[in-house]
């Protein structure tokens, strides 16, 4: 019998168990039709059903067949529960080490009866592999999986061949276990060491994503400020904030010149959060509204951009967002959210598509509000009347003019976009010129080897029937009697 033999009988044994305790266990427990596992399933319409018979109705009809006799074996995830199929209850952290004990007692009385000369550790490495499988939580999988690897190397190592810590005990001394490893764990050893490090890696950055860790960062005021007031009401952990830190880039606008964010009808690069100053909104070049501090400017572009392939969408503008001068605000690149949204074992995607949701709830409920305040007047005469009044406060302090600093903040963007837009057009235009005159060129070497090629053809053609063909004969005689002297 193999040494592996008691670990694959334990192992199926609870297999067949887990599979007999599943109907009685799912029996007693009512079950959604909305949730994994249901059994409660929509049937086909009878329409469909008996509809005439059509190539492809065998077909489907094997699948569905298939589908009915598979289904009653979906019973979820694999749990605890299963071991113990004779039980109904949820079992408790104590019921679960009980019934952990209490299998690896079984599996290693069944070792000593059945194949006391298997190895221990390898057994043991086996069972700890089986009960990881029953892990919800993928850190705690990785442990196990650690655990497992430390277990196959210690009875590969440590133990004899055939004769195992049952029957030979084990020499714990690691220059003699080196030395006289067996050929054949050359390899389960080496694979096991590179397990380790790749699930010691998965766990350290697990372990650098704790709020307890992350809760001993050191964050400027300002930092700490844009966590508690914006990032931390819209789900953000601590850990997940100093991942965002990391690419984020803080804008000091100057005190003579407005900056632009966003243009209007122009693609949306990044995510915004403007920390102070006044920010104005404009859609066809009149204010609508102004944003406070703390608040996300780009979130639905944003949303977009995570729902398209790769990244590469980016909507344009609803509107410009024009920040005043002497304002500050952080810029985050909606490559940089891609990517996070990306990292496995991490629920940094769930983060960012709350925070989307809650601040478009936001944003919607301030509409609403303003709607009724309105009372039927349109938003664009009350951003007049907005307008009018900023105007009028702004000349009674002396500052008269100032307004309109955002407007040309806005067209002067407009204007370098289009100059922009013109130097890549020039540089277009200039590219297409060049492949012109290169194509221009490789056609005129192609027309003069062709002609070249027919000249050839034709005197060669002309001189083979002028001369004689005795000619040719002397020739080449004369040619090769006169080329074998020059080499003697």
């Given at each position: 019998m193999p040494p592996a033999t008691t670990s694959l009988l334990c192992c199926s044994l609870c297999g067949v168990a887990a599979l007999a305790a599943s109907p009685s266990l799912h029996s007693s427990t009512p079950i959604s039709p909305f949730s994994p596992g249901?059994?409660?399933?929509?049937?086909?319409?009878?329409?469909?059903?008996?509809?005439?018979?059509?190539?492809?109705?065998?077909?489907?009809r094997a699948r569905r067949w298939l589908y009915a006799t598979l289904e009653p074996l979906d019973k979820g995830d694999f749990r605890w529960e299963f071991l113990v199929p004779w039980t109904k209850k949820t079992l408790t952290?104590?019921?679960?080490?009980?019934?952990?004990?209490?299998?690896?007692?079984?599996?290693?009385?069944?070792?000593?009866?059945?194949?006391?000369?298997?190895?221990?550790?390898v057994h043991l490495s086996y069972i700890a592999q089986f009960f990881s499988y029953a892990m919800g939580d993928p850190i705690g999988f990785r442990l196990l999986a650690v655990l497992t690897s430390v277990l196959e190397i210690g009875?590969?190592?440590?133990?004899?061949?055939?004769a195992g810590l049952i029957v030979n005990g084990a020499d714990f001394d690691l220059s003699n276990a080196f030395a006289s490893v067996d050929a054949e764990d050359v390899f389960p050893i080496f694979y096991d060491q590179l397990f380790i490090v790749i699930n010691v890696y998965y766990i350290l950055r697990w372990l650098l994503t704790q709020e307890v860790l992350a809760s001993a960062l050191e964050w400027s005021e300002g930092e700490e400020g844009l966590y508690t007031i914006c990032f931390a009401p819209l789900g953000f952990r601590r850990a997940q904030f100093s991942q965002l830190l990391r690419v984020a880039t803080l804008?000091?606008?100057?005190?003579?010149?407005?900056?632009?964010?966003?243009?209007?009808?122009?693609?949306?690069?990044?995510l915004f959060v403007p920390l102070n100053g006044t920010v104005e909104v404009r859609v066809g070049g009149t204010v609508t509204t102004t944003l406070p501090p703390y608040q996300l400017i780009g979130e639905a572009s944003l949303l977009e951009n995570l729902q398209s392939k790769r990244g590469e969408v980016h909507p344009p503008a609803r509107a410009s967002v024009v920040a005043a001068p002497g304002s500050s605000y952080m810029r985050w690149p909606f490559a940089a959210f891609y990517e996070l949204q990306q990292q496995e074992d991490s629920d940094f995607a769930y983060a960012i598509q709350l925070m989307i949701a809650r601040t478009l709830s936001a944003k919607l409920s301030a509409a609403r509000l303003s709607q009724r305040e309105m009372g039927g007047r349109s938003p664009m005469a009350m951003a007049a009347k907005r307008l009018e009044g900023h105007a009028a406060g702004?000349?009674?302090?002396?500052?008269?003019?100032?307004?309109?600093?955002?407007?040309?903040?806005?067209?002067?963007?407009?204007?370098?976009?289009?100059?922009?837009?013109?130097?890549?057009l020039q540089g277009l235009q200039r590219s297409l010129a060049e492949v012109k005159t290169e194509l221009a060129e490789v056609r005129a070497r192609i027309i003069l080897l062709v002609v070249s090629i027919v000249v050839l053809l034709v005197g060669t053609g002309i001189a083979t029937s002028t001369l004689p063909t005795e000619w040719w004969g002397q020739s080449f005689t004369e040619l090769a009697a006169t080329e074998l002297l020059h080499m003697n």
């Open positions: 249901s059994q409660s399933r929509s049937t086909p319409p009878r329409a469909l059903a008996e509809g005439p018979w059509q190539p492809s109705s065998l077909s489907l952290t104590l019921d679960k080490f009980i019934v952990c004990s209490t299998f690896i007692g079984l599996s290693f009385v069944l070792q000593t009866w059945l194949e006391p000369g298997a190895s221990v550790g009875g590969n190592l440590f133990e004899t061949k055939e804008v000091s606008v100057s005190e003579t010149e407005a900056d632009v964010l966003t243009v209007q009808g122009e693609p949306i690069y990044d702004e000349v009674a302090e002396g500052r008269g003019g100032s307004v309109f600093g955002g407007s040309a903040a806005e067209v002067e963007a407009l204007l370098r976009q289009n100059r922009e837009k013109e130097a890549q």
